[in-house]
């Protein structure tokens, strides 16, 4: 198989499941040849001027390199983990050199851009794509979307969650049991913004001040501009309940996520898909508290949490944790349940990609 992945760096959730799905066909005995389509070598210029003329020049390198092994080498698939906006630009190449050369496609799909209305674009690329297409869902609505807006035949759609890179072994950690006086940690953790619902839960903290709810909350991130950095010093000024822990990585992320008893995380990001955060959340038990966008209401329902309407109300955030607090879903048998479904979710996904694995051996 011959993999286009945006790889790490720049570090994102894109380029980690890439990395991950690479992993995966290594250790399946799938003959593979990587191409990294992101320029990882000058990832501190991201975020820069310089980084879209970095990203055109290293594109034409990567054109040549694909062109060349589509030529000469014997892979069948060409996999694509395809951009979400303008950036599909760049894959009509990708996608038409593998076309017109033969090959069989695979499309990973990791944004609702296109899905949560008709893209001219998208529909220009399956075009070019031709006929001999398969694509990697990331739940049932993403798989919806593309059949109904596009007229993708169903049976060429695998739904594969990002919970298939997830290892079951992880979802075995000791976590920290709600305080004898009965105070909720309730934690975010994003790039912190307004789009990604900083503000609503600052309000909803706030919300639950007035009412007596007894809670600490945790706030984790670094703050991508200076209104969300100002509403969050701001409430820290006022609040005893609130802390700011700036970004966590690896054991310090994790034992931050142990720690709390409830993951909220109220997007307002139209084309989010599958958050990673909500299942990294979950492989400890949080109860999570979220919205309804992209494929996260079925991701939150099937872990026995509370799904946000898309307006994503701060009142709609304090309503849903009295209501858990209420019904005891803070609690030890609760916590341990939702580590049951996770860890069910973990192995379905295991198997859905198992069948992916089963088609291109086949083939």
Not at 107 to 133: D, E, Q
Not at 159 to 184: H, K, P, R, W
Not at 308 to 337: C, G, H, I, P, W
């Amino acid at each position: 198989m011959l993999m286009l992945v945006d790889l790490p760096k720049p570090v994102h959730g894109l380029s980690n499941i890439n990395k991950k799905m690479v992993e995966v066909l290594k250790t399946r005995s799938v003959d593979t040849k990587v191409i990294n389509t992101a320029p990882s070598y000058a990832s501190k210029y991201h975020n820069h001027w310089q980084w879209p003329i970095i990203k055109i020049f290293h594109t034409l390198l990567c054109y040549v390199r694909c062109l060349w092994n589509l030529l000469f080498g014997k892979h069948r698939y060409v996999y694509r983990s395809i951009n979400g906006g303008t950036g599909q630009i760049y894959d009509l190449a990708y996608l038409g050199m593998a076309r017109l050369l033969g090959r069989s496609i695979l499309i990973h799909h990791h944004s609702f851009n296109y899905l949560n209305k008709h893209s001219g674009l998208f529909r220009f690329l399956l075009k070019i794509a031709g006929r001999n297409v398969s694509h990697i869902a990331l739940g049932k609505r993403m798989k919806e979307k593309l059949t109904e807006l596009y007229d993708v035949p169903d049976s060429s759609v695998f739904v594969i969650s990002n919970l298939a890179f997830s290892e079951l072994t992880d979802s075995v950690f000791e976590y920290s049991e709600m305080n004898n006086d009965g105070e909720v940690k309730i934690g975010h953790l994003s790039n912190l913004c307004f789009e990604k619902g900083l503000d609503v839960f600052l309000d909803a903290c706030k919300g639950l001040e007035d009412i007596g709810f007894p809670y600490s909350a945790y706030v984790v991130g670094p703050c991508t501009d200076d209104r969300s950095k100002g509403k969050l010093n701001a409430f820290l000024e006022t609040s005893n309940n609130l802390s700011y822990l700036g970004p966590l990585y690896s054991d310090d992320k994790e034992n931050y996520l142990r720690s709390l008893d409830c993951f909220v995380f109220p997007t307002k990001y139209r084309n989010e898909a599958e958050p990673l955060v909500l299942y990294e959340a979950a492989r400890y038990g949080c109860f999570l508290i979220g919205s309804d966008r992209g494929c996260m209401a079925d991701s939150i329902n099937s872990l026995g949490g509370m799904v946000l309407k898309q307006a994503v109300t701060y009142d709609e955030v304090v309503t849903a944790l009295t209501e858990a607090l209420k019904n005891n879903m803070f609690s030890k048998d609760k916590r341990e349940e939702r580590i049951s479904k996770y860890r069910s979710l973990v192995a379905e996904s295991h198997n859905a990609l198992n069948h992916l694995m089963e088609e291109i051996h086949a083939k």
